[in-house]
């Protein structure tokens, strides 16, 4: 096979290794002719501000890819420079994360069987094969110029990550890979505890008392409760099924049932404990079981523990009667709000999947579901009035225009249609419905974010779309009822994610017309479920520098509106009209931190509070508190000059961040690597006990490190209103991606939230409240592998959850293998072939044959396994 291979240094003395060749308009090959290579070279560029990546297109066809009439497009998270391209190729930035490769004057056809190298940087790093280019698909021309149909290049190889200058972000990154014999002595520290010392219920209760004996719960077993609780008890009774066999009978008349559910007021032990969702379990050997809740929601927290007390090993093989252990279980939880964020706006998540992430967060006592529905990338919920937001702000697919639908986003592809791409989908009312009256039987609330003012393209896009139909059909007033852009703005400024043109116009009163629109359709979606919209999520986040300086709407805007008198007050501004709108209809306004603060811009490191808005029941959720960033206080600035906070700190609570360092294991990576203990390790009223290491690896002292910075005021505590994690949506591609990323960092976000504060968190000296720390993290871990993660296999046998890859080493001796998470089963093969559930399992050191190449693979007790793991057999 000949090789064009183009460089810089060929470019300049004019040589290139192919021949011209001719190029008929009408001959191209075909998409699946062509393949493309991609790499990371290295992150050491410039001192390690720059990357260089390479990229290879091959042609497989029996025609030329010419020198004219085609383009490849693809989407891609790093701004590339383009005068770094050692090719004579154009490389140009569409919007956003959205490119276009074409040939320039210079370019030479890649005749069959040829192929063209060639390289480009890019400011910052990647580390991982998630960070590669995604979605590539061209557009040919035929004879008379017109454009072919998109088609997708399916053969598209990102080489590995091995090398030194690929895997480390710079000269500041000391974060060490990943390695088996690392992973290995890490894991020894998770020493396996004895059966009664891993607790059986997660979260853990604030108190329980072991009595002797059980209570045989029998496959006749029926279930009695009080007026009122007829959803609770058919909740127990759908969890019961799988342990005994059968569904267990309710009924409100039957005296003698095995399990009685009621309400009384219950008052758990610990000071801090929400007594509204408070609970009572008592289960004695010789009367039954009785679950007691000072509220509806407390009887439902009851059922979740009496379920999670029952022995894993009765929803394997049920063979009732079920022995349940007596005891007597007081809980309550430590915060009101227990929530997690799911963003749909940049890959759609279908209904049937929310509602799995339901039933897990139910079992786990979470009970606000933040549902990010809207963004730059998509508008995900129909609106009766205004179709185009879902037929044009719900779709992404091939278009220069996006008069039809959006431009693709995170890799979604040309194919704008629902079905085949995740790029594409919306919820209509019924689906909006339905997911708001399945969570609201799990006591779950459904809090919907509509993120304004920025982050609002795929809605600006949509009503451009409206306005151009109505205008074309002649009814200009109606063209601009719902307009969100001046048409004439100047305004020059890039979002974060490299948007131009995604912040809505905060002058027009079109804008605020669409947004109560939006919010009465909420409002009255939320009333005909009987589902609560206590809070409306406005985000408020990222809005950047320069947005409206060049708007003469808004010039005129704040000519003549008092208390305003720069572009950069109308933030603010926008704030206290939503807010007024929302208020009037009884909705309070929760958004991102910035709602709360008086500089719109997130990346500056000062936090002065708006006091404005400390009285209006304005509720912000903190995320930005990167270890050494200098906005590690921010939860606390807020929450001591009165705002009710939720913490979800980036560093801790961000569920879409990798994991590990690991190439293989997907995610982000900005703010950390979070792994499973990281939420565990979360200390909410001295957030600054959590830190171990930056962003970049280098271990901290919280003592000196945050000397200076604002600590949590004792009077300030009861303004943190709670915690969450989020799982953003730009890698989750599928549910099975969704639950990996969710589980099993949602249990250790549960035990935070809800369990009483650890003794650990209340020591002082670092080193001993980081082993003490990890004494604990060594239970939960027992707990989670031994109980939680098989019972969820059982429970839900499709669900995804991450399985840690294992650690092990045979360098020196004998294998030895262990994993993070005890109790889950570990396989291994000697032959290099992939580990199955019918390999040998590892139940201690095993001799190496030699020329053994061995490999590791932890699986979950279906029989599913995760991430092979091949471990070095000589030093």
């Known amino acids: 096979m000949r090789t064009v291979v183009l460089s810089l240094l060929l470019l300049v003395g004019g040589a290139l290794t192919a021949k011209a060749q001719p190029d008929p308009a009408s001959a191209h090959p075909s998409a699946a002719d062509l393949s493309i290579r991609w790499g990371g070279e290295t992150n050491q560029v410039d001192n390690g501000r720059r990357f260089r990546a390479s990229f290879t297109i091959e042609n497989h066809g029996a025609a030329a890819l010419g020198g004219t009439n085609w383009t490849l497009y693809f989407n891609f998270s790093r701004q590339m420079a383009p005068e770094s391209v050692t090719a004579p190729v154009r490389i140009t930035r569409i919007n956003g994360d959205f490119y276009k490769l074409e040939p320039d004057d210079n370019f030479s056809p890649i005749g069959p069987g040829d192929r063209l190298q060639f390289t480009v940087e890019a400011p910052g790093s990647l580390i991982k094969r998630i960070d590669a280019p995604a979605g590539f698909y061209v557009v040919f021309a035929d004879g008379e110029g017109r454009p072919t149909p998109p088609a997708a290049v399916s053969d598209v190889t990102i080489e ?461 959720y903190v995320w930005s508190n990167i270890w050494g960033g200098g906005t590690e206080d921010r939860a606390y600035r807020l929450a001591n000059a009165g705002y009710d906070v939720v913490m979800a700190q980036a560093t801790n609570f961000y569920f879409d961040m990798a994991y590990s360092k690991h190439p293989r294991e997907d995610g982000y990576y900005w703010a950390s690597f979070v792994d499973a203990k990281a939420p565990f390790a979360f200390v909410p009223f001295d957030l600054y006990k959590s830190a171990d290491r930056t962003a970049m690896g280098r271990p901290i002292d919280p003592d000196t490190a945050f000397a200076d910075r604002v600590r949590l005021a004792d009077s300030a505590r009861t303004n943190i209103h709670g915690l969450q994690g989020q799982l953003w949506g730009e890698t989750l591609r599928d549910p099975d991606r969704m639950e990996y990323m969710a589980v099993p960092r949602l249990l250790g976000l549960a035990e935070r939230a809800w369990a009483r504060r650890s003794g650990w968190a209340t020591i002082n000296d670092t080193e001993a409240l980081r082993a003490r720390r990890a004494d604990a993290w060594t239970a939960f871990a027992n707990r989670l592998g031994r109980r939680e993660l098989p019972r969820l296999s059982v429970r839900h046998p499709n669900w995804s959850y991450r399985l840690p890859p294992p650690g092990g080493t045979a360098a020196d001796g004998p294998l030895k293998a262990n994993v993070g998470l005890p109790g889950l089963p570990i396989r291994y093969t000697m032959d290099g072939t992939r580990p199955t559930a019918t390999s040998p399992r590892y139940t201690g050191p095993v001799s190496v044959p030699d020329g053994a190449t061995v490999r590791l693979r932890t699986f979950d007790t279906r029989g599913r396994g995760g991430r092979t793991v091949t471990v070095p057999t000589s030093p």
Request: net charge negative; glycine share 8%; with cysteine.
């Open 160 to 620: 590995p990550f091995t090398r030194p200058e690929q895997t480390t972000r710079g000269p500041n990154d000391v974060w060490p890979m990943p390695t088996p014999a690392a992973r290995y002595a890490e894991n020894t520290a998770v020493s396996t505890r004895p059966p009664e010392a891993k607790g059986r219920i997660v979260p853990t209760p604030d108190s329980v008392d072991r009595r002797p004996g059980s209570f045989l719960l029998g496959a006749d077993a029926t279930i009695g409760y009080e007026k009122g609780l007829a959803a609770e008890a058919r909740q127990l009774a759908d969890g019961l099924a799988a342990a005994l066999g059968r569904r267990p009978r309710t009924t409100k008349t039957d005296s003698a049932a095995a399990i009685t559910l009621r309400r009384a007021p219950v008052t758990p032990a610990a000071a801090d404990s929400v007594r509204d969702e408070a609970y009572r379990l008592a289960v004695d050997p010789d009367t039954g079981i009785t679950i007691t809740g000072t509220t509806d929601a407390g009887v439902f927290y009851g059922v979740q523990s009496l379920e999670a007390w029952l022995p894993v090993a009765a929803y394997r093989v049920p063979s009732p009667p079920v022995a349940v252990p007596a005891a007597r279980i007081v809980d309550g939880p430590r915060f009101d709000y227990r929530g997690l964020h799911l963003d749909v706006a940049r890959n759609v998540q279908s209904v049937a999947a929310v509602k799995r992430l339901l039933d897990v967060m139910a079992f786990y006592k979470l009970n606000t579901f933040h549902f990010h529905l809207t963004d730059d990338e998509g508008w995900r919920l129909a609106v009766e009035g205004l179709p185009a937001l879902t037929r044009v702000g719900g779709r992404r697919g091939h278009t220069l225009d996006e008069r039809e639908h959006l431009m693709p986003s995170y890799g979604s592809g040309p194919n704008p249609a629902p079905e085949a791409s995740r790029g594409s989908g919306w919820y209509s009312r019924a689906d909006y419905l339905d997911i708001l009256r399945y969570a609201n039987a799990r006591h779950i609330t459904v809090m919907p974010e509509i993120d304004v003012p920025g982050h609002a393209r795929a809605a600006i896009q949509a009503m451009e779309a409206r306005t151009r139909r109505l205008r074309a059909a002649g009814d200009t007033a109606a063209a601009h009822a719902y307009r969100l852009r001046d048409p004439a703005d100047t305004s020059s400024y890039e979002s974060v994610q490299g948007w131009d043109d995604n912040v809505m116009n905060v002058c027009r009163p079109s804008t605020y017309r669409f947004l109560s629109t939006v919010v009465d359709e909420l409002r009255g979606l939320h009333e005909t479920a009987g589902a609560p919209l206590p809070a409306l999520h406005v985000g408020g986040d990222e809005v950047p520098e320069g947005v409206w300086a060049g708007s003469p709407l808004c010039d005129d805007y704040i000519a003549r509106t008092e208390g305003v008198d720069e572009a950069e007050a109308l933030f603010g501004h926008f704030l206290g009209r939503f807010q007024d709108t929302l208020a009037a209809r009884g909705i309070a306004m929760a958004g991102w931190e910035e709602v709360g603060l008086e500089e719109a811009d997130h990346r500056s490191a000062t936090t002065t509070p708006n006091e404005a808005l400390v009285d209006e029941n304005v509720r912000p």
